[in-house]
């Protein structure tokens, strides 16, 4: 079955312990791009990937980091979180000019 | 990229057509519109997307206008498992087509 898995759903920390989210997609697409969802402001992008070894920063990439060191994986990395990341993440993957394929979220709390 | 404008909310009978409407007035002639919808905290759906032309799928329907300036989506007969949050987002086609930018979307609520 094609899917985008991310893992965990549920995250609880502490400030200031680095956390990574992981995102696989098992339908060979190049692009890859992770969201923040919060109440009120939608989806906003957080990084996003082209292919292997490029990514680039969408409208909220401070605070995280990400990887693409092979095609079907994409993890967010939180070096030193912080409450204002609480929310809820979305990892999504397509080829070029398709639709998006979205994963079931991650919820992290920071506190 | 373009952005777009979409009502925050609106209800709708089930068994009736509900029309989306989506301002994206400063479409480039290479950005597809695009639609998905979610339904409480789960993942967005995918529903239909467009370039030109006006599409048709199983779920629903897109309607874009001659100067592709805005566009409807029309579920011909909403059911309460069509109660969700709309997105109408613009992606650029070729080679610029990384950075999306989603709203925050309309709230649908399906009544009976």
């Known amino acids: 079955e094609a899917q985008v898995t991310q893992n965990p759903r549920y995250l609880i920390t502490v400030t200031g312990k680095k956390l990574t989210v992981t995102c696989s997609q098992n339908?060979?697409?190049?692009?890859m791009s992770w969201y923040r969802q919060d109440p009120g402001l939608g989806l906003r992008q957080i990084y996003y990937?082209?292919?292997?070894?490029?990514?680039d920063k969408g409208d909220v990439p401070e605070g995280y980091k990400v990887s693409r060191k092979e095609k079907r994986n994409f993890p967010l990395i939180l070096e030193s979180p912080s409450p204002n990341q609480t929310s809820l993440y979305f990892c999504?993957?397509?080829?070029?000019?398709?639709?998006?394929?979205f994963g079931n979220g991650t919820r992290l709390t920071v506190t | 990229d373009a952005k777009t404008t979409q009502p925050t909310s609106m209800d709708c009978a089930e068994g009736r057509a509900a029309n989306l409407p989506c301002n994206h007035s400063?479409?480039?002639?290479?950005?597809?519109v695009y639609w998905y919808r979610q339904i409480h905290s789960q993942g967005p759906q995918y529903i239909i997307h467009?370039?030109?032309n006006n599409e048709t799928n199983e779920m629903a329907s897109l309607i874009i206008t001659e100067d592709r300036k805005s566009s409807t989506l029309i579920l011909p007969h909403a059911t309460l498992r069509d109660t969700a949050v709309y997105y109408c987002?613009?992606?650029?086609?070729?080679?610029?087509?990384?950075?999306?930018?989603f709203g925050a979307g309309t709230q649908v609520v399906v009544t009976p």
């Open positions: 999504a993957s397509s080829d070029l000019n398709s639709p998006l394929h």
């Open positions: 339908m060979n697409h190049e692009y």
């Open positions: 990937s082209m292919n292997v070894e490029v990514t």
């Open positions: 400063t479409i480039s002639g290479n950005e597809y």
């Open positions: 467009g370039l030109k």
């Open positions: 987002i613009v992606r650029v086609g070729g080679d610029s087509w990384g950075k999306l930018q």
